[in-house]
């Protein structure tokens, strides 16, 4: 697959302006799991073209018509005749409406009474019209005829592997379903409540085809390096793909809850003091944590924690406890004896105060936590049990050797086994927690998590990634810190830090400073912004909140409106157009004085599509990623059994990236309670909080403690720091559960890291254009060969076709095409249904793949819309089919990659020099 052109104008390098940005070495594709044109045997294309043609004949008798009507007009004003007048007033409404009269051969009679030469042009209009009646009923049948085909090829497709395979993950539940179907002739009988299922495999296979969504093999995986004797980028996106599965990490929190329910197990686990835990003169200071369970009948979902910093009044005995647990764990059942002996309480009262102890967090379980960094949390807790040496516990690993063997049997299955090996794991942990006595089973809708590699050791060209990288690419990072919006949040931790500490300032407390920093300032501040929107409606700007009068914020302020400024110049000075070209060096002169804001090391991810052109490919930016790895990390753990692994790679590339006197550090967030935060160690450090272990060794564990911050007034930056080494520490964060869900410490860490999300959204700030119709229009907005914003439309739902009582199919899908023409919309597009949103955007669903050409496509869209009052919002498919490229004999598939960018620090290897 050819990603970019190998010469022309991206093989040049340098420009003026500040040093350019580095091209990482390594680069991530996404790939969707099915070819592209799988998904065109289920357009109705004859119908569409017939429809095409009834809308081109409707344009040429509307035309006529008018013309028509005026003759008819000035036969009336003419004629004394009343009869003859009346007959022909209702043949010119007739003509009006475009109704075929009944009569038509009186039509021509009335019009040849009063002028024989006018009968030509009324003979041509009802031949037309004629025309455009037969047109209409063949599209009934013709219609009729392709959507049963289609709706055959439909659950037809149903069947492919790699479709089902990602289903049986997504969806166990349906993958039944439609085994309950097979044997049947054809399509399922036409039942209404099959429609359901219908639309559901359908979206199904437009997320398998038409999308780049990793999640199991509905899109898989591939990394590689960018290297200067490479062509193109072959993907094998029809070789076969390897599947790595693991058990959702809240099935195995269930399990644990489980066994400390019951005091009699509990008795035998082992207990420690809260790591990070420290004594005051007078109290007990530490970090508790608790824990939300999450809804286990949603389809995603996960158990959040929380932190905070909590004090308990010293007293003998339990100064007595903590010194014996500075010693190392103790069995708990040992510490519920241990007071008994001291104090001569009943043993129910000793196992309350323990009891009191774990829930206050002073004391935690030690080895049930599910590290981020653990290979297989299912093996882990299994491993764990048998070293207790107890017959409890050596029966449940027992048990749990089965999950363990149905998870490998998914993973290596073909279809048949791994539907009987989902459906027994369900059962099999469910025994599992019956057998502890729990109240109520409990388990995750989502049981399974599973990612496919496709390769690893891809090659791709480096030159014109790097000439992108140095030119059209650099002035979008250039203009990134105006999007991003937690930039503001780490001026304002920049402002409390100095108004606390002073310049030049030092604070070793660093729990002290979190707990005074949210308690004083940043949870109102959070609160004030939560709904702020830098731009209301009529496109005037709402400056930051700036209590502490920053100079960086009103900067900011001013930087993102004369940014808007350009944009709207831009706008305006093409109103019609449907391509918007902003000026890269325009970008770059607002840009260089945005980097300087957020200071430090600026690592840069981003996700793209290339579109083939005539001339040259354009780039198209889905989405842009501050941080280190991030790309890669949660598919790291299929990438460990390669040699060298990938996880290797990166840190390796981690330790030659880091500016001198600086390390990377992963701040992990804690226990993982969500697959989505499991991936292999990536960094050589990790910052170890309270309340936290690491499995890294401890040689290079960070813990809070050994950190402190301090105001280096050369940079102007806060700055972490390790009193150990004297180095200083960038935190870096690698999972992909958003930060704003990590509890308290880690939120206000991540302020002094490089981690961000940024969407570039160039229209806020820009007051639509009169819409019509309810549908206003947006064009695509490019910098050089840099796809920014596709073109899109939106409207609320009452602006869409409906179906009329009594409409035809072929009449609905007629209406969506002149729909579609009036506004310029292209057959194919992505829908983004806001649900009850109205006039304003507020929650980010995702995009759902519409092909206008099928009936069932808009039959799916239809059933999103469930209100006029939804907002949707359509975006061109961007590459288009057309532009789609692949590798010889793979079909075109939809592709993603995935690059990163870093700052032109002095550091030697792994990256573009």
């Known amino acids: 697959m050819t990603a970019l052109p190998t010469t022309g104008r991206y093989a040049t390098t340098g420009r003026s302006g500040p040093p350019a940005r580095r091209l990482g070495r390594h680069f991530a594709v996404r790939v969707a799991g099915l070819p592209y044109d799988t998904v065109t045997v289920l357009r109705c294309a004859r119908s569409a073209e017939r429809a095409d043609e009834v809308l081109d004949l409707e344009a040429t008798l509307a035309v006529e018509a008018a013309t028509l009507s005026d003759l008819l007009h000035d036969l009336i004003g003419a004629n004394d005749d009343g009869d003859s007048r009346r007959r022909l007033l209702a043949l010119r409404r007739q003509v009006f409406k475009g109704l075929l009269p009944a009569d038509q051969d009186a039509a021509l009679a009335t019009v040849a009474e009063v002028s024989p030469a006018s009968v030509a042009a009324l003979r041509d209009w009802l031949t037309r019209r004629q025309r455009l009646e037969q047109r209409l009923q063949g599209l009934d049948v013709l219609l009729d005829e392709e959507l049963a085909r289609s709706r055959v090829e439909l659950w037809r497709l149903s069947g492919d592997p790699r479709l089902r395979a990602g289903m049986q993950v997504a969806s166990p539940a349906l993958d039944r379903q439609l085994v309950s179907f097979a044997g049947r002739d054809g399509a399922p009988p036409a039942a209404k409540k099959l429609r359901r299922v219908e639309r559901s495999v359908l979206s199904y296979l437009y997320r398998t085809a038409c999308k780049t969504s990793p999640f199991s093999s509905f899109t898989g995986i591939g990394v590689g390096e960018f290297t200067a004797d490479a062509t193109e980028v072959d993907l094998p996106g029809a070789g076969p793909w390897q599947g790595y599965a693991r058990l959702n990490v809240v099935a195995l929190t269930r399990i644990v809850e489980a066994v400390c329910a019951d005091l009699d197990r509990r008795g035998d686990l082992p207990v420690a003091l809260s790591p990070g835990l420290r004594q005051d003169p007078e109290r007990v200071r530490y970090v508790r944590r608790w824990v939300t369970p999450g809804d286990d009948s949603a389809s995603v979902s996960f158990d959040a924690i929380q932190d905070g910093l909590f004090y308990l009044r010293r007293s003998g005995l339990l100064d007595q406890l903590t010194a014996l647990l500075q010693a190392g764990p103790r069995r708990c059942a040992e510490l519920a004896g241990w007071p008994r002996e001291r104090t001569r309480a009943s043993p129910q009262r000793c196992e309350e105060y323990l009891t009191i102890l774990l829930r206050l967090g002073i004391l935690q379980i030690d080895g049930f936590a599910v590290d981020v960094h653990t290979p297989d949390p299912l093996r882990q807790l299994h491993d764990f049990l048998t070293l207790l040496r107890r017959d409890w516990a050596d029966d449940l690993a027992l048990r749990l050797a089965e999950p363990i063997a149905l998870v490998e049997t998914f993973r290596h299955g073909d279809l048949a086994d791994r539907r009987s090996a989902i459906h027994r794991l ?80 030092r604070c070793d407390d660093l729990l002290r400073l979190v707990e005074d920093f949210h308690e004083d300032l940043y949870d109102q501040y959070l609160a004030t912004t939560a709904d702020r929107r830098p731009y209301v409606d009529d496109g005037s700007y709402q400056p930051e909140e700036n209590w502490l009068g920053r100079p960086e914020l009103s900067e900011l302020d001013g930087l993102r409106q004369e940014l808007t400024a350009h944009l709207r110049a831009a706008v305006h000075a093409a109103p019609d157009a449907t391509e918007v070209r902003l000026d890269v060096e325009a970008l770059h002169g607002i840009g260089g004085r945005l980097l300087e804001l957020p200071g430090g090391f600026r690592p840069q991810s981003h996700l793209v599509q290339v579109a083939r052109g005539p001339d040259r490919p354009l780039v198209v930016v889905n989405q842009s990623l501050g941080g280190l790895s991030f790309p890669f990390s949660r598919f790291t753990h299929c990438f460990e059994d390669t040699v060298p692994p990938l996880s290797g790679r990166l840190r390796a590339q981690a330790a030659e990236l880091s500016p001198p006197g600086a390390v990377f550090a992963e701040l992990t967030g804690g226990p993982a309670t969500t697959n989505l935060n499991l991936h292999a160690r990536l960094t050589d450090y990790v910052i170890v909080c309270p309340g936290e272990t690491s499995l890294v060794p401890e040689e290079n564990q960070l813990p809070l403690a050994d950190l402190y911050l301090h105001h280096d007034v050369d940079t102007d930056r806060v700055v972490l720091r390790s009193t150990r080494s004297g180095q200083e520490v960038i935190p870096i964060y690698l999972g992909y559960l958003v930060p704003m869900a990590l509890p308290q410490l880690h939120r206000a860490l991540l302020l002094l890291s490089p981690t961000s999300m940024a969407v570039v959204d160039v229209w806020r700030g820009i007051p639509a254009a009169p819409d019509t119709d309810g549908v206003t229009r947006r064009p695509r907005v490019r910098v050089g060969d840099v796809v920014v914003s596709r073109r899109s439309w939106s409207m609320t739902g009452a602006a869409l076709p409906r179906r009329a009582e009594g409409d035809t199919d072929a009449a609905w899908f007629l209406g969506w095409r002149r729909w579609r023409r009036a506004h310029g919309l292209p057959a194919r597009l992505f829908a983004t249904v806001h649900v009850g949103a109205g006039g304003r955007v507020t929650a980010r669903p995702k995009p759902q793949y519409v092909d206008g050409d099928s009936y069932l496509s808009l039959l799916a869209l239809e059933a999103l819309v469930t209100s006029g009052d939804d907002r949707v919002v359509f975006r061109e498919m961007l590459p288009s089919g057309d532009e789609l490229t692949a590798g010889p004999g793979h079909g075109r598939h939809v592709t993603e990659f995935v690059i990163e960018t870093f700052p032109p620090t002095p550091t030697p290897g792994a990256v573009d020099d």
């Open 426 to 505: 369900r059962e099999s942990l469910r025994d599992i927690q019956v057998h502890l006595g729990a109240e109520s089973a409990s388990l995750p809708q989502a049981l399974l998590y599973e990612d496919c590699r496709i390769a690893d050791r891809l090659t791709a060209p480096q030159d014109p990634w790097r000439g992108l990288v140095r030119h059209d690419l650099a002035a979008v990072e250039a203009i990134l810190p105006a999007f991003d919006p937690t930039l503001p949040h780490r001026i304002t931790f920049h402002g409390f830090f100095l108004a606390r500490y002073g310049v030049g300032g």
